[in-house]
């Protein structure tokens, strides 16, 4: 009897000192870069938000990176070594880490994985991404307000959804406030090479136009405008050091309170394999300050619309709208559903030029 | 002060000596740097050089990594050795790992889903196929217009990017991919797929190609007249015109060899580690492999051992910044520092070093 309330006991103060442990034992979440943290733009952000976590959750949570991570059987191996390491969370956030993910989350079942931007989920794998076509509708109005030549520019990255929708977004609302607006659009397929952006922004001014909207990550745009006139936006980043001009606002990403969210849930054992998509109204989209110079009404309809796509009375992509060839794509009062959205590949009617592909 | 005196013939001695030497120099000069950043240095050149190799936790994983990654440099650079030997500069296999992919690749996605066993093997002829008629183009134009192959191949690189950021936008898109840019992955597709031969085991087709590629170059070099010729066309070009060797079939050999083998590396890369067709499928695999190539000092059995060297030096990099956050500029540095020592030790293969006496001169 004594030996076994002994050795009850002895297991009692062993599990004791397990749960002690493990209550103590920091949540460790790794996250996979596919550029430097010191780009100024996309994974600038997403290691603000990472630091965000570690402040939040002070000495709960022990955070770690990679950077400069290839896309592909590096980022495979990235992964592995993560896992290895006994992360508990891994947030890979770049669209083409989505087979590596995939692949290395199949070889470690305990571990979650959260993936930025793909479109596949597992039993510990998620998804997520952010609404910037929302912040491309608010910049859209502005521009169809403010271009004086009603030449506007588009410098686009790769033609995925996400960047179509971008282009849609922009040029509907430009076309809503000035039917006689025009879109160029230049594809340049990098998301940051900054000569490129700088001489692709030059040649749209030499065509006229007079307000750039990038969908690449980096300040060269606004810097060449500010040299050569015209206006633009700060993408991914608030930009502000190019305000009042020729920086009009900008469209930030702010990944922190979803990375909260997804650490917290992993502490509390909630969490669960989901893709989310959050916009304006969840935070994970952010305005950036409206420069003076744009006028004042046109800043207060710029903060209605934002305000209003914020609490979902406005969806960006609300009929009568068209497809480029003319057909109809939305009826009358019509919004856009999520299906189709994320698999967005046609220009809108008014918009001149193919995809390529 | 110190004078410098050639050696009639590089002294054996040295040459076996100076990498070690380089390395040791290397981790003195990079603990500097680790130090100056306030991280531990010994402990950051554990986890680089020792880590991968014998860790517990991770050794069982990325010691096959290492074949992985050192595969497709060692099968470049063993071609590139050739034309580097008999000074024909193919600077552009990036390119023709990205043509021989996009070739080996085509024909796998052509098949789809196809279960025929003969789909690998032709997709293997259509890499090779692929890289070596790209590294024709450079090759034609200076046999048959004296063109400079140095700038024609480099400037085909970015060529073949082009073609393949359209490719994986258009004719190759996964038509499942939701619009996405990317082929369809091979992982999933098994036929086509170059799997692990002993699962855990990183040798892929393409990491025996490699070695297949080593004893191939080594008994060239050293056994057969060809070898001989691509030497003596390097060393003194007029002997070598004299005895008889055509320049221009040596550069469409040398240049060919080279296209052909970094045509396969892209081919066994896209079937197997990479699965599939992107807009950011090369990593400059190309480019490395010429730095793989001097670093073995265009020696089969020297690239066989840089190529492993430089794939340690990524692996464990990727470690140091998981494990102790190095930032990712420092271990590409650090890997600048070996490189540089590795060849500054040259010096002391090929010179003596004698003490000046004072007012000699």
Same mark, same amino acid.
């Given at each position: 009897?004594?030996?076994?309330?002994?050795?009850?006991?002895?297991?009692?103060?062993?599990?004791?000192? @397990?749960?002690?442990?493990?209550?103590?034992?920091?949540?460790?979440?790794?996250?996979?870069y596919?550029?430097s943290?010191?780009?100024?733009?996309?994974?600038?952000? +997403?290691?603000?938000?990472?630091?965000?976590?570690? &402040?939040? $959750?002070?000495?709960?949570?022990?955070?770690?990176?990679?950077?400069?991570?290839?896309?592909?059987?590096?980022? &495979?191996?990235?992964?592995?070594?993560? @896992?290895?390491?006994?992360?508990?969370?891994?947030?890979?956030?770049? $669209?083409?880490?989505?087979d590596? *993910?995939?692949a290395?989350?199949a070889?470690?079942?305990?571990?979650?994985?959260e993936?930025?931007?793909?479109?596949? *989920?597992?039993?510990?794998?998620?998804?997520?991404?952010?609404r910037?076509?929302?912040?491309?509708?608010?910049?859209?109005?502005?521009?169809?307000?403010?271009t004086?030549?009603?030449?506007?520019?588009?410098?686009?990255?790769?033609?995925?959804?996400?960047?179509i929708?971008?282009?849609?977004?922009?040029?509907? +609302?430009?076309r809503?406030?000035?039917?006689?607006?025009?879109?160029?659009?230049?594809?340049?397929? *990098?998301?940051?090479?900054?000569?490129?952006?700088?001489?692709?922004?030059?040649?749209?001014? &030499?065509?006229?136009?007079?307000?750039?909207?990038?969908?690449?990550?980096?300040?060269?745009p606004?810097?060449?405008?500010?040299?050569?006139?015209?206006?633009?936006?700060?993408?991914?980043?608030?930009?502000?050091?190019?305000?009042?001009?020729?920086?009009? #606002?900008?469209i930030?990403?702010?990944?922190?309170?979803?990375?909260?969210q997804?650490?917290?849930?992993?502490?509390?054992? *909630?969490?669960?394999s989901?893709?989310?998509?959050?916009?304006?109204g969840?935070g994970?989209?952010?305005?950036?300050?409206?420069?003076?110079?744009?006028?004042?009404?046109?800043?207060?309809?710029?903060?209605a619309?934002?305000?209003?796509?914020?609490?979902?009375?406005?969806?960006?992509?609300? /009929?009568?709208?068209?497809?480029?060839?003319?057909?109809?794509?939305?009826?009358?009062?019509?919004?856009?559903?999520? %299906?189709?959205? %994320? /698999?967005?590949?046609f220009?809108?009617?008014?918009?001149?030029?193919?995809?390529?592909? | 002060?110190?004078?410098?005196?050639?050696?009639?013939?590089?002294?054996?001695?040295?040459?076996?000596?100076?990498?070690v030497?380089?390395?040791?120099?290397?981790?003195?000069? =990079?603990?500097?740097?680790?130090?100056?950043?306030?991280?531990?240095?010994?402990?950051?050149?554990?986890?680089?050089?020792?880590?991968?190799?014998?860790?517990?936790?991770?050794?069982?994983?990325?010691?096959?990594?290492?074949?992985?990654?050192?595969?497709?440099?060692?099968?470049?650079?063993?071609?590139?050795s050739?034309?580097?030997? @008999?000074?024909?500069?193919?600077?552009?296999?990036?390119?023709?790992?990205?043509?021989?992919?996009?070739?080996?690749?085509?024909?796998?996605?052509?098949?789809?889903?196809? !279960?025929?066993? $003969?789909?690998?093997?032709?997709?293997?002829?259509?890499?090779?196929f692929?890289?070596?008629?790209? @590294?024709?183009?450079?090759?034609?134009?200076?046999?048959?217009?004296?063109?400079?192959?140095?700038?024609?191949?480099?400037?085909?690189?970015?060529v073949?990017?082009?073609?393949?950021?359209?490719? #994986?936008l %258009?004719?190759?898109?996964?038509?499942?991919?939701?619009?996405?840019?990317?082929?369809?992955?091979?992982? !999933?597709?098994?036929?086509?797929?170059?799997?692990?031969?002993?699962?855990?085991?990183?040798?892929?087709?393409?990491?025996?190609?490699? $070695?297949?590629?080593?004893?191939?170059?080594?008994?060239?070099?050293?056994? +057969?007249?060809?070898?001989?010729?691509?030497?003596?066309? =390097?060393?003194?070009?007029?002997?070598?015109?004299f005895?008889?060797?055509?320049?221009n079939?040596?550069?469409?050999?040398?240049l060919?060899?080279?296209?052909?083998?970094?045509?396969?590396?892209?081919?066994?890369?896209?079937?197997?580690?990479?699965?599939?067709?992107?807009?950011?499928?090369? !990593?400059?695999?190309?480019?490395?492999?010429?730095?793989?190539?001097?670093?073995?000092?265009?020696?089969?059995?020297?690239?066989?051992?840089?190529?492993l060297?430089?794939?340690?030096?990524?692996? %464990?990099?990727?470690?140091?910044?998981?494990m102790?956050?190095?930032p990712?500029?420092?271990?590409?540095?650090?890997?600048?520092?070996?490189?540089?020592?590795?060849?500054?030790?040259?010096?002391?293969?090929?010179?003596?070093?004698?003490?000046?006496?004072?007012?000699a001169?």
């Open positions: 009897m004594i030996s076994i309330r002994n050795i009850l006991t002895g297991a009692a103060v062993a599990l004791g000192l @397990a749960v002690t442990a493990a209550a103590a034992e920091p949540t460790k979440v790794g996250f996979v596919v550029g943290v010191g780009d100024g733009g996309w994974t600038f952000y +997403h290691d603000e938000a990472r630091k965000k976590v570690e &402040e939040h $959750f002070g000495d709960k949570v022990v955070t770690s990176f990679v950077e400069n991570v290839p896309e592909g059987s590096d980022a &495979e191996r990235v992964m592995t070594q993560m @896992a290895l390491s006994g992360v508990d969370l891994i947030f890979t956030t770049s $669209f083409g880490f989505m590596p *993910t995939l290395v989350a070889k470690f079942p305990k571990v979650k994985f993936h930025a931007t793909g479109y596949k *989920t597992a039993a510990n794998v998620s998804n997520y991404s952010a910037f076509y929302e912040g491309r509708a608010i910049m859209g109005h502005i521009a169809g307000k403010m004086k030549t009603n030449k506007i520019g588009y410098i686009a990255s790769f033609p995925i959804p996400e960047v929708r971008g282009i849609n977004a922009s040029f509907i +609302h430009a809503k406030v000035n039917p006689d607006v025009e879109m160029k659009i230049i594809w340049l397929f *990098t998301w940051f090479d900054p000569a490129k952006e700088a001489d692709a922004t030059k040649a749209l001014v &030499e065509q006229g136009v007079d307000i750039v909207f990038a969908h690449t990550d980096s300040t060269a606004l810097a060449t405008l500010a040299e050569l006139g015209g206006y633009g936006f700060g993408q991914a980043a608030d930009m502000f050091q190019y305000a009042p001009k020729p920086r009009l #606002s900008s930030i990403d702010d990944w922190a309170p979803y990375y909260i997804r650490v917290q849930d992993v502490m509390d054992g *909630t969490w669960q989901k893709s989310t998509w959050d916009g304006i969840k994970m989209v952010a305005i950036g300050a409206f420069s003076e110079e744009i006028p004042a009404d046109v800043r207060a309809e710029a903060a619309m934002r305000d209003a796509i914020a609490d979902g009375t406005y969806l960006p992509f609300t /009929g009568p709208l068209n497809k480029q060839d003319g057909t109809v794509w939305l009826k009358d009062g019509e919004a856009a559903d999520d %299906g189709a959205l %994320g /698999g967005l590949n220009y809108v009617e008014g918009i001149e030029g193919d995809i390529p592909s | 002060m110190f004078r410098l005196e050639k050696r009639p013939v590089p002294s054996k001695a040295w040459i076996i000596a100076t990498p030497l380089a390395v040791i120099a290397t981790m003195i000069a =990079g603990g500097i740097m680790f130090a100056l950043l306030g991280k531990d240095p010994v402990e950051a050149i554990r986890i680089i050089f020792w880590d991968p190799l014998f860790s517990e936790q991770f050794a069982s994983y990325s010691r096959p990594q290492l074949l992985v990654k050192a595969g497709p440099l060692i099968l470049i650079a063993i071609g590139l050739f034309g580097f030997r @008999a000074g024909i500069w193919n600077i552009g296999a990036e390119g023709q790992y990205i043509i021989g992919a996009l070739f080996g690749a085509g024909v796998g996605l052509a098949f789809y889903p196809s !279960q025929s066993i $003969f789909i690998f093997p032709l997709m293997i002829i259509a890499g090779a692929g890289g070596w008629i790209w @590294a024709m183009i450079p090759a034609i134009l200076r046999t048959r217009f004296n063109t400079n192959e140095i700038l024609v191949s480099l400037l085909l690189v970015y073949a990017e082009h073609i393949m950021a359209a490719m #994986s %258009g004719l190759m898109r996964n038509p499942e991919g939701h619009g996405f840019p990317g082929s369809r992955n091979f992982q !999933q597709y098994e036929t086509a797929f170059n799997a692990e031969l002993i699962a855990g085991s990183g040798m892929h087709w393409g990491v025996v190609a490699a $070695f297949i590629a080593v004893i191939f170059a080594y008994i060239t070099m050293s056994r +057969h007249i060809l070898g001989y010729q691509i030497t003596l066309a =390097g060393q003194a070009p007029r002997a070598a015109k005895s008889g060797v055509s320049p079939r040596l550069i469409v050999f040398c060919g060899i080279s296209g052909l083998l970094a045509g396969l590396a892209g081919l066994f890369e896209v079937a197997g580690p990479a699965g599939q067709i992107t807009t950011s499928f090369n !990593q400059g695999y190309g480019f490395t492999a010429i730095i793989v190539a001097f670093l073995g000092r265009l020696n089969p059995v020297g690239i066989l051992l840089a190529g060297l430089m794939a340690l030096t990524y692996i %464990g990099g990727d470690l140091a910044q998981l102790m956050g190095l990712a500029p420092a271990i590409q540095a650090f890997q600048g520092m070996l490189l540089f020592f590795l060849l500054a030790m040259d010096v002391l293969s090929n010179f003596r070093i004698r003490l000046k006496k004072q007012g001169a």
